[in-house]
């Protein structure tokens, strides 16, 4: 039972990544692919966070009165991270934009069959 | 155990709303969906100790992200995701099969907020013991992330610089800029 | 005036608080949760909102390309500068302690100063981008 209560955080985060996966592998709309991308980015960050927390500790700020602190290293990674997953997706859109203009669609089959088409 | 309460909770409600993510046919309900589950996200942060990572995910994923998301459907003008006919079954089994190994190795993970878990015993306890009398920043977080690895922020930087010259190259259109009158007086 | 009256006059309340507390977050990052990152995020939003309310020429005519670009780079700068300013003074690349006259109060000046750099990159950065799409979508 304690095994379950102190592991079924990590469990559904995994479930969370792997919907995220799928969402980005199975739909052929380019801007659901982007959503799923950022869901399945979202979960990993999630993952290594929780890998941080301390039980009966705080916010690693030094402060007067707190002994335990969580772990400050997962979250300095983690906020890398994030930044550097909006920079993708920010190129993501950018790169859909141009190909909604010279393809006229943002679907992956369609674009697909233009391109064997040439 | 309100704790995890809470955090289980929440964790349930992003579940619901990737699903959704998953399911929803109409793009912009699913860019509204998207910045709801950055915020959820936040939300379990601050459950999860981590003050500074909700800072920047709410103001960066449910703020730019969302907004992003907005941008594109008005430029492309899209507005529905076609009609799906076929089950994809390939993606299905890749998924399944990444599932079950990630959940195989949590085996060996300590319990949530172990604090004898290897990540909190080497290099985590001299930040925690040493960080504040070496940098004279009380915010552990930003003495790791400016002094400790600040190699680390700089390449960060260069990434989201290099973002950004990479989407003026993209969509930039050198035209002359239209001074319009001043609108609504 | 026209139908946009509400959504002026409160743009003209909220924009000043939100860049000040975009400033609060940038300085005071180093006794509380924020930084460089965050404090730029927010900047932007609050240029974003002037931008939605009065019309993209006047957030452009106030904040043109050219200097959005010079400021991000200046980010940069700054930030690398520190770096090659510490090799000057006798230590290694990023090396803060010897940037003061004791080494804590050198490694404190120079988180401050990195912080500056990244938070100005990171809010014409911002810009930057938002003010792209939103051309490309009047171009049309």
């Known amino acids: 039972m304690d095994y379950i209560l102190g592991h079924i955080n990590y469990w559904i985060i995994i479930l969370l990544m792997m919907i995220g996966l799928y969402t980005m592998m199975s739909k052929p709309n380019l801007i659901k692919k982007m959503a799923g991308l950022s869901v399945f980015q979202t979960g990993v ?42 920079a993708t997706t920010a190129l993501g859109f950018a790169l859909i934009v141009r190909i909604q203009e010279a393809y006229g669609t943002v679907e992956e089959d369609e674009l697909e069959k233009m391109d064997s088409e040439v | 155990m309100i704790n995890l ?46 003050p500074d ?6 103001a960066v994923g449910t703020g730019i992200a969302t907004v992003l998301m907005l941008a594109t459907l008005a430029v492309t003008r ?35 907020g172990d604090g004898n878990a290897p990540a909190h015993t080497h290099i985590a306890k001299r930040f925690i013991e040493q960080g504040q009398e070496e940098t004279g920043v009380p915010n552990l977080v930003t003495a790791v992330l400016a002094s400790y690895r600040g190699f680390d922020t700089l390449g960060e930087v260069t990434v989201v610089l290099t973002a950004g010259f990479g989407i003026l190259l993209l969509l930039r259109r050198n035209q002359k800029l239209r001074i319009k009158g001043v609108q609504g007086g | 005036m026209g139908d946009n009256l509400i959504l002026k006059v409160m743009a003209k309340a909220l924009i000043p608080v939100i860049i000040l507390f975009a400033l ?6 180093d006794y509380s949760p924020g930084g460089g990152f965050q404090a730029g995020v927010i900047f932007s939003s609050a240029v974003l909102l002037y931008a939605l309310v009065f019309g993209l020429d006047a957030a452009a005519k106030v904040l043109p390309d050219k200097a959005l670009i010079a400021t991000a780079s200046l980010g940069v700068l700054i930030y690398a500068g520190t770096g090659v300013a510490s090799m000057f003074l006798g230590g290694e690349y990023l090396n803060y302690s010897v940037l003061g006259k004791t ?31 939103a051309r490309r979508t009047r171009a049309q």
């Open chain 3, 103 to 133: 080494a804590q109060s050198g490694q404190h000046l120079g988180i401050i100063v990195i912080e500056l750099g990244v938070g100005l990159t990171v809010a014409a950065t911002m810009l930057l981008i938002f003010f792209t799409f």
């Open chain 3, 24 to 29: 609060y977050v940038q300085f005071h990052g």
């Open chain 2, 78 to 112: 899209v507005t529905h995701e076609k009609k799906q006919k076929r089950v994809a079954y390939i993606p299905l089994l890749i998924v399944l099969a990444t599932g079950s190994l990630l959940l195989y190795g949590t085996h060996d993970m300590s319990n949530l």
């Open chain 1, 45 to 86: 960050i999630l993952l290594y966070i929780s890998l941080g927390k301390v039980t009966g500790g705080t916010a690693p700020i030094v402060a007067e009165g707190f002994t335990e602190y969580s772990n400050p290293l997962p979250q300095v990674l983690m906020l890398t991270a994030i930044v550097v997953g909006v």
């Open chain 2, 53 to 58: 990572v909700a800072f920047t995910e709410a």
């Open chain 2, 5 to 50: 309460i809470i955090d289980i909770v929440l964790l349930v409600f992003l579940v619901i709303m990737a699903v959704s993510i998953l399911h929803v046919r109409n793009l912009l309900a699913v860019s509204m969906l998207f910045g709801l589950y950055s915020l959820l996200v936040a939300s379990v942060f601050m459950v999860l100790d981590a």
